[in-house]
């Protein structure tokens, strides 16, 4: 099995660009796609991004996601960040034996 | 709308069970797998169990095999999961999930049920 590691937290002020990296401990990050999920304080987790790029109908542009396979990461950008962008995210992949794997999780603050 | 909606949560004492149920609406139940995800107080997001459309492919996660049973009821649109066993750091909110019909990845999500195990 493998691990999916992120930053624990990450800042910055409204309007900001932020980039929430999700490593892979073992195996190729582009071989298995990666999605990520937004969770408001007090709510469940919601799809944001799947299969490494695309975003589910009613998803702004200001996200958006890559793959990294030179440095076995994925990664999340939210540009013009806005304070309802406050939450967690989590990216989120898998392999032949475990169906879901999910990252440790980033919690983004809006100064 | 898809809707998940799960029940079945509450306070149990260690070694006891509890019965999940997640009552699925606003899609065609019995063409999409189904997951279970748990999250306890103030931490991340943790895979449990996942269950196929006709429940030919079943997993768990190494920490509840054994103890934890996952099923469905496409004639309900329901999925369940069965909690034997239960341990203290099985204290968590369950979550529901559908499986997004392309890659291994969940679309949608309950509003989660809080299991509390305590003596």
Known sequence: ?111 | EVHLVESGGGLVEPGGSLRLSCAASGFSFSSYSMTWVRQAPGKGLEWVSSISSTDRYIYYVDSVKGRFTISRDNAENSVFLQMNGLRTEDTAVYYCGRKYSGSQGIDYWGQGTLVTVSS
């Open chain 1, 1 to 111: 099995n493998f691990m999916l590691t992120q930053p624990h937290s990450v800042s910055e002020s409204p309007g900001k660009t932020v980039t929430i990296s999700c490593t892979r401990s073992s195996g190729n990050i582009a071989s298995n796609y990666v999605h990520w999920y937004q969770q408001r304080p007090g709510s469940s987790p919601t799809l944001l991004i799947y299969e490494d790029y695309r975003r589910p109908s009613g998803v702004p542009d200001r996200f958006s996601g890559s793959i990294d396979s030179s440095s076995k990461s994925a990664s999340l950008t939210i540009s013009g960040l806005k304070t309802e962008d406050e939450a967690d995210y989590y990216c989120q992949s898998y392999d032949n034996n475990t169906p879901y794997v999910f990252g440790t999780g980033t919690k983004v603050t809006v100064l």
